[in-house]
């Protein structure tokens, strides 16, 4: 609701609301960042994987999308959050989340397969594809160099501002796609 205010100030042009709103914001966002082990694991129907960040316990959900039980070609990954610092409900990102942050751009690479890419970040590749061991689709990055199906992006944010946030570090989490194995990474991007 925030960014959708900011939005329209941004865009009348009322820079002074626009930086009181973002100092609440950062205000708000860091006095009790969520601990990551604390952190609430969502497990919801059709989900690829789930992003999570420090500012607080609310979760953005990558799920499958599918129309009459195949995948929809033209946005084969939705995401949506969960408010888990709020009440819990399930709710849409805004335009600006989907458009700079949390929604994903894909192309299709054959029948079946599709790159994925976050907004934010770009360079982490992610392939959409069906997992033979698995007997469903799920998202696969590489490891380590080593393909692995994704379950989960953490981002530590230490400071910064709403729409340039200081990140600290993405950490990768996923497993094997065989043998089941955990593997996580670490990097600054």
């Not at 329209?8 to 042009?13: D, E, H, K, R, V």
């Not at 009322?14 to 952190?39: H, V």
């Not at 929604?103 to 992610?126: C, S, T």
């Not at 698995?134 to 490891?143: G, H, L, N, P």
Request: aromatic residues 10%; hydrophobic residues 35%.
């Amino acid at each position: 609701m925030r960014l959708l205010i900011i939005s329209i100030l941004f865009l009348t042009g009322n820079m002074t609301l626009i930086t009181k709103i973002a100092a609440q914001e950062k205000s708000d966002t860091f006095k009790n960042p969520a601990k990551k082990d604390e952190l609430p694991i969502p497990k919801e129907k059709d989900q690829l994987f789930y992003l999570q960040r420090d500012p607080n316990s609310n979760t953005v959900i990558y799920t499958l999308n599918l129309e009459e039980g195949e995948i929809d070609e033209s946005n084969p990954v939705s995401a949506h959050w969960i408010r888990y610092a709020e009440d819990g409900q399930r709710s849409s990102l805004s335009f600006i989340q989907r458009k700079m942050a949390y929604g994903v751009h894909h192309k299709k690479l054959n029948e079946n397969e599709f790159d994925i890419r976050i907004q934010a970040y770009k360079d982490l590749a992610i392939r959409l594809k069906y997992n033979k061991h698995s007997d469903k689709f799920q998202a696969f990055t590489k490891i380590e160099n080593k393909e692995v199906v994704l379950e989960k992006i953490f981002v530590r944010i230490v400071g910064g501002s709403l729409f340039k946030p200081n990140v600290e570090y993405i950490e990768v989490s996923g497993h094997d796609p065989v043998s089941k194995s955990k593997i996580s990474h670490r990097f600054c991007p």
